[in-house]
């Protein structure tokens, strides 16, 4: 007899979990996620006619379920259930049908995340029955063929943990002296590339068992134009300046080489063509949509944003007392600092749309 | 065109919420709920036989999802899901099936439980996928014929609020000098008798339309003989030293009469009679068991239990300045009391099997 197992939740297990920043406090993602709603604001048509001329929706449906993987605390998933329900309404009577399947939205995110929170603010009003999925979206988490809609919104860049050999002295892909892969050397990029290709494969291959026939999975996430290497990512102008207040600290003698040698962000942005060869590989997906977002001028991260963001993976890592100095340090870094603009050869956003192969 | 409405939300935002003591601290309900489990623990026997006699699990079924109502923050609620899989499992194998459905868990309970101490604490090796559910259980939550099997155990006897006449001091229900209904006027059982059949009523309305065709729903909860009146309540002398302390309170003028006018516990354990009633009248559930579970002699609640169950409650209402002597008092109230027991003419628990009309 065949058990149901226990869920892909060993690996799960081994895998790092940052959460944004809970509560609704000044650091709180609910208060500092204003550029990534701006960013899935400006998605909003290309959400509505994706879905309107993708989605397969049977007039016998009486449930229709959507999971947004890596939600946070809100308020954008709230936002962007709203929009997806408002298009599958449409798609509903445009077909002509009677009546709607009643909407289930899942709402996911590591256990660590502050879904105290998140279920605090739910909208009173809204038109759905609402639920918590705690777990890593590396994993799975939901039963097969279980959901019509699987939407992820500026999540999908964060990996499962930092590539472990950056960490290592011995290793050529070791990124001493930096947090991240801007202007690191070849093998640096590489082992990002090489632990995105893995994180995505099994990204993947869970939600292959898990999105119903027909279904579709939207994803909005980071990431870099065509024939660049990864080394020109787009997340790197962001990272910077929170960089330069580390090494500082690091030629001050506050923090120690090994310190920030054995830190990386494990945040990663795929080329189009990079994200196209891994769903290819996958080959449980047809792809409908693969294109850039809107292009819009994006401000480096106040400081409250990045405590939002960056805060829990901060404070797992370097020592309490260095964190407060680091975030008095930071305002000066950007100060002035233009808005990273589109032009500057920097792909800010992909939007992808999926459909399960029947 | 129909809408899939709000699911019975503004309903449900009428109620109060008054959760469990969250965290993992010393007045927990994840520290303090030892009593409740061993109750569950005494049923489990009759849960596994009354699963294995009554539920109708199909050979084709591939999803099967079991909801807790009240699950507060474990726990309790990890073991009743795992005995509760077991004995389904059991009978799959027994039928010959070969294969097991995939388990869905929903862990239910008011917006302000501590869900993320629930999901922290989840059992790694748990073998179904683990899902919140935020909400009161006297509206809707679940989608139509979404669930297989419905647990509860011990929240059932929480009323969606307590009676506003009992603090009306021009009614005849009006409970002056108490916080319970022992020893209270006729007017007093009778206005909580009636608020709590509004409040099964509305219970189960929502879980007929819940439950699948043959699914069950499993309840425990506190209940009192047959032929009794309402004002001989099993949880009377439960909650009688906490009504004494603030008596005490009230005569010498820490607390103001009107205070503990205005505080009435809401809560209610029906007789079996009263609840045969209240399920024939709903109409939709056959009844498959309904009895006491295994006597057991019960301790009264030490001042951990107590703060654990009704500090929220005490806390809303009350002064907090008041609530740190209240319960610097409660000990000597129960120091050296006997456990209530069964034969004491209290009956302790119900157990519950109800299966939805196909």
């Known amino acids: 007899m065949a058990t149901s197992e226990s869920c892909g939740r060993e690996e799960k297990e081994m895998e790092e979990s940052f959460?944004?920043?809970?509560?609704?406090?000044?650091?709180?993602?609910?208060?500092?996620?204003?550029?990534?709603?701006?960013?899935?604001?400006?998605?909003?048509?290309?959400?509505?006619?994706?879905?309107?001329?993708?989605?397969?929706?049977?007039?016998?449906?009486?449930?229709?379920?959507?999971?947004?993987?890596?939600?946070?605390?809100?308020?954008?998933?709230?936002?962007?259930m709203d929009n997806i329900i408002e298009a599958v309404t449409q798609k509903c009577k445009i077909k002509g049908y009677s009546s709607l399947p009643e909407f289930q939205v899942y709402f996911n995110d590591h256990v660590s995340n502050d879904f105290n929170i998140l279920f605090a603010n739910l909208p009173s009003d809204r038109k759905y029955f609402a639920f918590g999925v705690p777990g890593s979206f590396h994993g799975g988490l939901f039963p097969k063929a279980s959901l019509n809609i699987i939407y992820s919104a500026f999540a999908l860049h964060w990996l499962s943990r930092a590539p472990q050999e950056l960490g290592d002295v011995n290793s050529p892909a070791c990124n001493k002296g930096r947090i991240y892969y801007s202007n690191a050397p070849h093998e640096v990029g590489q082992a990002y590339s090489l632990q995105y290709a893995k994180d995505m494969e099994s990204f993947l291959a869970a939600r292959a068992e898990e999105l119903a026939p027909g279904g579709l999975m939207i994803i909005l996430m980071p990431g870099r134009p065509d024939g660049t290497l990864p080394s020109q990512n787009s997340l790197g102008p962001f990272i910077k300046p929170l960089e330069s207040c580390l090494t500082d600290m690091v030629d001050e003698e506050i923090i120690r080489n090994h310190e920030i040698d054995s830190f990386n962000m494990p945040l990663y942005s795929p080329s189009m063509e990079e994200l196209r060869k891994l769903i290819e590989k996958n080959g449980c997906f047809g792809i409908a949509r693969l294109e850039t977002l809107p292009p819009m001028s994006v401000s480096l991260p106040s400081v409250e944003e990045c405590r939002s963001g960056f805060g829990s993976i901060l404070r797992k890592h370097?020592?309490?007392?260095?964190?407060?100095?680091?975030?008095e340090r930071y305002p000066a870094k950007i100060a002035g600092k233009p808005p990273i603009k589109a032009s500057d050869g920097f792909t800010i956003g992909l939007f992808v749309i999926l459909k399960r192969n029947v």
């Open 19 to 80: 959460p944004m920043t809970g509560g609704d406090g000044p650091h709180s993602y609910t208060k500092n996620s204003r550029q990534q709603r701006a960013a899935a604001a400006s998605a909003k048509s290309m959400l509505t006619s994706g879905i309107l001329e993708n989605l397969v929706v049977e007039h016998s449906s009486k449930m229709f379920a959507i999971a947004d993987l890596g939600c946070s605390t809100g308020p954008n998933t709230f936002i962007a």
């Open 318 to 327: 370097f020592r309490s007392e260095i964190i407060e100095q680091l975030f």
